[in-house]
């Protein structure tokens, strides 16, 4: 298949374009020992995915600073249990919170900046459409990805997160596109999948399946693809 009519070009960054490095528990033991306490790296990923993986469905959508973070409060609380208490957890957790703003604690996708080079040498609008915070501004500068961008929209500034349309009607706004002219990138089938369709939007699933979609193994297979 072959994007036709596509102008401009939004990604998701979280699992997209960039994964936490070397790994979020390995992360949360370094800054944890920092502050005494003792953890399991690979055990501390484990309960990570699982209470991502339970409470996020059930948490409210990222639209300001303030829900993010009491959303990863809860979680991080929650990944501690029985390993930290209340008191040490309290302490901990500003840095745990500003880790996560620091580009060295993040590293580009293999074949993720070559990918977005290639396709804005040949035209193309690119921006960043993330459910996050402003703490991906300074992730996405410090990996080198800014300078490829024409725009950054985060849902906790914006004030509307995905699979809501609105965030896509407001990025293709500001880009100055119709939907008929965007394509949506990113890896979530709900969050990405149904949200850019519903939105009227092209979409291609790095690695994951939405009825109307279009699934890519990486995200080099896209240069490919557009028209």
Do not use: C
Request: hydrophobic share 45%; no cysteine.
């Amino acid at each position: 298949m072959e994007f036709k009519g596509i102008r401009g070009i939004t990604f998701d960054a979280g699992g997209t374009l960039i994964v936490p490095h070397p790994g979020v528990g390995a992360i949360y033991a370094e800054i944890a020992s920092r502050h005494g306490i003792k953890a399991n790296p690979v055990e501390l990923e484990s309960r990570f995915g699982s209470a991502f993986k339970r409470l996020r469905p059930k948490s409210s959508v990222t639209v300001s600073e303030a829900t993010e973070r009491q959303f990863w409060t809860g979680l991080t609380r929650e990944v501690f249990s029985g390993i930290a208490d209340s008191v040490a957890f309290d302490g901990m957790f500003p840095e745990l919170w500003t880790a996560f703003a620091e580009p060295g604690r993040w590293r580009a996708i293999d074949g993720s900046m070559e990918t977005l080079s290639r396709i804005r040498e040949r035209g193309f609008r690119l921006a960043v459409l993330s459910n996050f915070d402003s703490r991906l501004h300074s992730v996405l500068k410090g990996l080198g990805f800014s300078a490829l961008l024409d725009g950054v929209f985060i849902s906790a500034e914006v004030g509307i997160a995905k699979p809501e349309t609105g965030i896509f009607e407001h990025a293709a706004r500001a880009l100055g596109m119709g939907p008929g002219q965007m394509l949506h990138v990113g890896d979530n089938p709900v969050a990405d999948g149904a949200g850019g369709i519903e939105a009227g939007w092209s979409v291609a699933l790095v690695g994951g399946q939405f009825p109307g979609a279009v699934t890519i193994n990486r995200l080099a297979d896209l240069p490919a693809l557009l028209g």
